[in-house]
């Protein structure tokens, strides 16, 4: 029901920057959409997925407290992308980075995941 496609990962050395988008499609997206937040999580070796941030169809974002100052999430509703810029990266913002469409229509709740996008940042 929805695709999320995500690019930019890759290598890159500490204390530089990398993008991420993800493209969101689907036949809800044609829905009126009471709930339309879209975000980013990862998951490192051997450590759980957690949250990286999110946007809300209202631009309200939220940022998990370890990339605060150093991430800034965005979107553009008209694509239904959103976006991932990630500046300063640490070595320990390596992991694989998914991208994640939290929606609410009239026909029920949707819960998407992308297959993840690798961010390598070498010491």
């Known amino acids: 029901q929805v695709q999320l496609v995500e690019s930019g990962g890759g290598l890159v050395q500490a204390g530089g920057s990398l993008r991420l988008s993800c493209a969101a499609s689907?036949?809800?997206?044609?829905?009126?959409?009471?709930?339309?937040?879209m975000g980013w999580y990862r998951q490192a070796p051997g450590k759980q997925r957690e949250l990286v941030a999110t946007?809300?169809?209202?631009?309200?974002?939220n940022y998990a407290d370890s990339v605060k100052g150093r991430f800034t999430i965005s979107r553009d509703n008209a694509k239904n992308t959103v976006y991932l810029q990630m500046n300063k990266l640490k070595p320990e913002d390596t992991a694989v980075y998914y991208c994640?469409?939290?929606?609410?229509?009239?026909?029920?709740?949707?819960?998407?995941w992308g297959h993840g996008t690798l961010v390598t940042v070498s010491s």
């Open positions: 689907g036949s809800i997206f044609s829905r009126i959409l009471s709930r339309n937040i």
């Open positions: 994640n469409a939290n929606l609410r229509s009239t026909t029920g709740n949707l819960d998407a």
């Open positions: 946007i809300t169809s209202g631009s309200n974002t």
